[in-house]
């Protein structure tokens, strides 16, 4: 069980999906929902001024804004967690997300008690992804991890910054001096 600080501010632009999943969140004690909105304030001191701790997004919203939203609202709310529900199982945008700041993403395919417990994951801060995504998740690190050269080589070696900083003046013939 979460404790009384964990606050969802809900933004989905189907009025239908706003007040069930509001229902849903208050009626199994998941959190509080401490706002509904059917799109995302043009400032984001509506969210801010909830205290929320927890910021659920629609596939509409997250469409229309191309990620940079949660970007903006990660930016001036830190410690704010994002999940987006509602969403399509397309690899790039779902990596677009992620590298926008979300840790929670649930396909439109998820049931209700798939997206209440999706919230409930973020919530207690943990990441959410569906299975079949993962694995893009996984190939986005490791190409990242090839293209920092000096990452590996401190692992392999175990060298410190300096001696990292040192090794491509050594190639081109420079001297210690």
């Not at 659920?56 to 970007?71: E, G, K, P, Y």
């Given at each position: 069980?979460?404790?009384?600080?964990?606050?969802?501010?809900?933004?989905?632009g189907?009025?239908?999906?706003?007040e069930?999943?509001?229902r849903?969140?208050n009626?199994?004690?998941?959190?509080?929902?401490?706002?509904?909105?059917?799109?995302v304030?043009?400032?984001?001191?509506?969210?801010?001024?909830?205290?929320?701790?927890?910021?659920?997004?629609d596939?509409?919203?997250?469409r229309?804004?191309?990620?940079?939203?949660i970007?903006e609202?990660?930016?001036?709310?830190?410690?704010?967690?994002?999940?987006?529900i509602?969403?399509d199982?397309d690899?790039?945008?779902?990596?677009?997300?992620?590298?926008?700041?979300?840790?929670g993403?649930?396909?439109?395919?998820?049931s209700?008690?798939?997206?209440?417990?999706?919230?409930?994951a973020?919530?207690?801060?943990?990441?959410?992804?569906?299975?079949?995504?993962?694995?893009?998740?996984?190939?986005?690190?490791?190409?990242?991890?090839?293209?920092?050269?000096s990452?590996?080589i401190?692992?392999?070696?175990?060298?410190?910054?300096?001696?990292?900083?040192?090794?491509?003046l050594?190639s081109q013939?420079?001297?210690?001096?």
């Amino acid at each position: 069980m979460l404790d009384d600080k964990s606050c969802v501010y809900l933004v989905a632009g189907n009025r239908l999906l706003r007040e069930t999943l509001a229902r849903l969140l208050n009626k199994r004690g998941i959190c509080n929902v401490c706002g509904i909105s059917p799109c995302v304030p043009d400032n984001v001191s509506s969210i801010t001024a909830s205290g929320a701790n927890v910021l659920v997004l629609d596939s509409v919203t997250t469409r229309q804004s191309a990620c940079a939203l949660i970007s903006e609202i990660i930016s001036q709310i830190p410690s704010i967690k994002v999940a987006l529900i509602d969403m399509d199982d397309d690899p790039y945008i779902f990596l677009e997300c992620v590298r926008a700041g979300a840790v929670g993403y649930l396909l439109k395919n998820a049931s209700a008690a798939e997206v209440v417990s999706g919230v409930r994951a973020v919530a207690q801060g943990q990441a959410v992804c569906p299975p079949q995504l993962s694995i893009h998740l996984f190939r986005a690190f490791s190409h990242q991890w090839e293209a920092i050269p000096s990452a590996r080589i401190k692992l392999k070696f175990g060298l410190t910054r300096r001696q990292q900083q040192l090794i491509p003046l050594i190639s081109q013939g420079l001297t210690n001096k």
